[in-house]
Antibody, heavy 123, light 107 residues
């Protein structure tokens, strides 16, 4: 059974930092592109960042570029999101999500999601 | 970025009703569209990909159709477990983007 379990969320002051982790099991983690998707309270879904299976290609949403860093450790079956210079608008539940398939243009949808980790940025 | 617009934002329906949710893209996305179901406090669950392909384990009362800029998700006979929020997502272009969601409520 595929499982994705996020951790590391919490309350942080504006300008602060936080590191999220996502522990994967039930599949060959090193074969899959992995992502972070967030959801602000009562709002919709927003893709945040993506990393290929080998870690050679990384993408970020414009809203987090330069502040967030995605990484992975395939030996530990883990995905990470280092979040720096946090703002109030970064307050959200952050989901770890596995790519389920691709379009003909190399973009993707998500077939498995973790339960999410809440990040609250407030003074 | 491609904008995805869902309608309605909220839908009130009864068990057994046929329900249709529409998703419109701001430009053509061919058939590169996915649908998700999300219940409060839970992760999204993939229902449909490539506009009409049913994900494994998803009940056959769910179906998707459309291409280009207009898509629909249909629930043929609404069940108690289907009261949730539904999101569409385009994966034709980077960055992938989601609709704002459609909440299906009990009438």
């Amino acid at each position: 059974e595929v499982q994705l379990v996020e951790s590391g969320g919490g309350l942080v002051k504006p300008g602060g930092s936080l590191r999220l982790s996502c522990d994967a099991s039930g599949f060959i983690f090193s074969n899959y592109r992995m992502n972070w998707v967030r959801q602000a309270p009562g709002k919709g879904l927003e893709w945040v960042s993506s990393m290929t299976s080998s870690g050679t290609s990384i993408d970020y949403a414009d809203s987090v570029k330069g502040r967030f860093t995605i990484s992975r450790d395939n030996a530990k079956n883990s995905l990470y999101l280092q979040m720096n210079s946090l703002r109030a608008e970064d307050t959200a539940v952050y989901f770890c999500a596995r790519v389920g398939g691709y379009s003909g243009y190399g973009n993707y949808y998500f077939d498995y999601w973790g339960q999410g980790s809440l990040v609250t940025v407030s003074s | 970025d491609i904008q995805m617009t869902q309608s309605p934002s909220t839908l009130s329906a009864s068990v057994g009703d046929r329900v249709t949710i529409t998703c419109r893209a701001s430009q053509s996305i061919s058939r590169w569209l996915a649908w998700y179901q999300q219940k409060p406090g839970k992760a999204p669950n993939l229902l449909i990909y490539k506009a009409s392909s049913l994900n494994s384990g998803v009940p056959s009362r769910f179906s998707g159709s459309g291409s280009g800029t207009e898509f629909t998700l249909t629930i043929s006979s609404l069940q108690p477990d289907d009261f949730a929020t539904y999101y569409c997502q385009q994966y034709n272009s980077y960055p992938v983007t989601f609709g704002q969601g459609t909440k299906v409520e009990i009438k």
